[in-house]
């Protein structure tokens, strides 16, 4: 692929889907997004095991997503040596101490966040049995070694960790999408080349028994959609 020239053809596959009848689609759309709508964000972890398994169908669906030029631009590290996340979870708090008391954090995006109720501290990144750190490849490289541009990588990333999120929760398992602000020192702990960028971080596991989340509605489709019709 990456040596394809301009002009050339693609081979072309037949693609079907079954036409659901319109009762039938709008079942299981009904049924999918009652099931997403118990998806939350968790802060609190068991620190039960997950099965790598799980964690690589997960990341097969995450990798699912569509890309700018199918370029597939995303590394999935998935870390559940306690070692290595005990580095991480020094590095982020570090970081994460600086914006919460460092003033760092402007005054505005705390007042944001209050809703949370989040601080610096951050033991899920040791109880949570995996974190799961996506990574976007900036740019690729040509088998000369040339660099090879990516395109809309971001989007494509942001994507495959909808889509990443979205299987964790079909498995009963709950995740976070965690950024540690800056990001950097998960690019140098987990030894990635520099054309990768850590995009965020994702502790994946069970909710702890005593886990709970804020109070938080979801907008109406009356405010999160425009309908423009004959
Ligand atoms: N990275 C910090 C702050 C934070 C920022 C946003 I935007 C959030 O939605 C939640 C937290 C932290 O993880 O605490």
Not at 74 to 81: E, G, L, P, R
Not at 189 to 199: A, V
Not at 219 to 230: H, N, Q, S, T
């Amino acid at each position: 692929m990456a040596t394809r020239t301009p002009g050339s053809k693609p081979r072309m596959v037949p693609y079907k889907r079954p036409r659901l009848p319109e009762a039938l689609a709008g079942e299981r759309a009904r049924q999918f997004r009652e099931d997403m709508a118990t998806r939350r964000s968790v802060r609190m972890f068991s620190d039960a095991p997950v099965p790598r398994r799980l964690i690589e169908e997960a990341i097969l669906t995450g990798a699912s997503a569509p890309s700018g030029a199918h370029q597939q631009p995303w590394t999935f590290v998935a870390v559940s040596d306690p070692r290595i996340k005990r580095r991480i979870r020094t590095a982020a708090e570090e970081e994460e101490r600086r914006s919460y008391e460092g003033g760092r954090m402007p005054e505005e995006w705390r007042a944001a966040l209050a809703a949370l109720g989040t601080d610096w501290p951050k033991p899920f990144l040791e109880s949570a049995p995996w974190l799961v750190v996506l990574f976007e490849q900036v740019h690729g490289w040509f088998p000369d070694g040339s660099v090879r541009k990516h395109y809309y990588a971001r989007e494509s990333v942001g994507i495959a960790c909808g889509l990443f999120i979205t299987a964790i929760h079909r498995m009963g398992l709950v995740t976070l999408t965690h950024t540690p602000s800056p990001m950097r020192f998960l690019t140098e702990i987990l030894g990635r080349p520099r054309n990768e960028r850590p995009f965020v971080l994702l502790p994946v596991g069970y909710p702890a028994d005593d886990c709970v989340v804020p109070d938080l509605q979801r907008k109406p489709l009356a405010d999160v959609a425009v309908f423009i019709e004959p």
